[in-house]
T-cell receptor, first 115, second 111 residues
């Protein structure tokens, strides 16, 4: 079984719709992240959470919100989707301490298309 | 702010060596990583190097780190078609600072 899972894997929606992307992990990591990937721009951080009570904005948080429902779950919402939010979205997790602190482990991605 | 920079594209023939380069931004970064993204998949950690190392070898992979120039490279020996993917470098300053990823280099292996 995959350690980091994302649902849905693909989604097509219309401008103005509310969309939620979900991420679950079984790695027992405290830290979770949401990134978006656009061609030629690499990965850009949207939000990150270092534990259940900690939520932080990344470099491109406008138009997005998140919820950390439990250690294992971190969801990303687009309150009113717009076409330039069409992208590949990745969830990632990392450890809090130890040799591999902040080494990130990625989910398979969600391809979102906003028409 | 400054970006972690990579060239966008590299094309090599099967059996040749590939060298993917990266320039990072934070001289205090404690870990530097290479991730591989195959088509339709997420990023997979390929290898990493600690900042107190100059080189790390792992089978066909060789990572070189030049801290003075803040330059990281990944050499893939005997490149195979299965190595075709996008390769991302990333730097980890440690503590509560976030990991920063490069723009990714798409490696095309020509049979």
């Amino acid at each position: 079984d995959a350690d980091v899972t994302q649902t849905p894997r693909n989604r097509i929606t219309k401008t103005g719709k509310r969309i939620m992307l979900e991420c679950s992990q079984t790695k027992g990591h405290d830290r979770m992240y949401w990134y978006r990937q656009d061609p030629g721009l690499g990965l850009r951080l949207i939000y990150y959470s270092f534990d259940v009570k900690d939520i932080n904005k990344g470099e491109i948080s406008d138009g997005y919100s998140v919820s950390r429902q439990a250690q294992a779950k971190f969801s990303l919402s687009l309150e009113s989707a717009i076409p330039n939010q069409t992208a590949l979205y990745f969830c990632a997790t990392s450890e809090t301490s130890g040799r591999f602190t902040d080494t990130q482990y990625f989910g398979p991605g969600t391809r979102l298309t906003v028409l | 702010g400054e970006d972690v920079e990579q060239s966008l594209f590299l094309s090599v023939r099967e059996g040749d060596s590939s060298v993917i380069n990266c320039t990072y931004t934070d001289s205090s970064s404690t870990y530097l990583y290479w991730y591989k993204q195959e088509p339709g998949a997420g990023l997979q950690l390929l290898t990493y190097i600690f900042s107190n190392m100059d080189m790390k070898q792992d089978q066909r992979l060789t990572v070189l780190l030049n801290k003075k120039d803040k330059h990281l490279s990944l050499r893939i020996a005997d490149t195979q078609t299965g190595d075709s993917a996008i390769y991302f470098c990333a730097e980890n300053p440690g503590g509560y600072q976030k990991v920063t990823f490069g723009t990714g280099t798409k490696l095309q292996v020509i049979p």
